[in-house]
């Protein structure tokens, strides 16, 4: 079950604009650069991301029908800025995994007990 839509609208008013700012600096945090699908403007997101071998997973704490999310699938990718490198993403993924395995240990405990079990995968191009 994904956090409430309200929480999601109170995040990108107000803490979404001073997190955005230190995201791209911090373990565990991302700053997501996409385009609207509808728009066309360009969006940074601040992100949790995990770093895969050859990818990124994203638990999607709002749902797969979160506007980022349906932005980067639409898009068929993205651009992340994680620990001051910026990647080129591609071909995403949205699965349900209710074992949370992707995730490390203390932060699958955090996501069973919100009950987070959507995830995206994203492949950096090469």
């Given amino acids: 079950m994904p956090a409430p839509r309200w ?3 109170a995040n990108r008013v107000g803490l979404n604009r001073v997190v955005r700012f230190v995201a791209p600096w911090l373990p ?4 997501l650069i996409h385009r609207g699908r509808r ?5 940074r997101t601040p992100v949790n991301l995990f ?9 999607l704490t709002y749902g797969a ?3 980022w999310v349906r932005n980067v699938v639409a898009a068929g990718g993205c651009e992340v ?3 001051r490198t910026r990647y080129t993403l591609t071909d995403p993924q ?7 395995a992707d995730m490390p240990l203390p932060v699958r405990r955090i996501l069973g007990i919100v009950r987070v079990s959507e995830f ?4 950096i191009a090469p």
Wanted: no cysteine; proline share 0%.
């Fill in 39 to 43: 728009s066309g403007r360009q969006f």
């Fill in 51 to 59: 770093r895969r071998r050859d990818g990124f997973v994203f638990a």
């Fill in 94 to 100: 949205v699965y349900v995994d209710e074992e949370r």
């Fill in 81 to 83: 800025l994680t620990r």
């Fill in 65 to 67: 029908d979160a506007d």
């Fill in 120 to 123: 995206l995968y994203l492949r």
């Fill in 7 to 9: 929480l999601a609208r």
């Fill in 28 to 31: 565990g945090f991302g700053l």
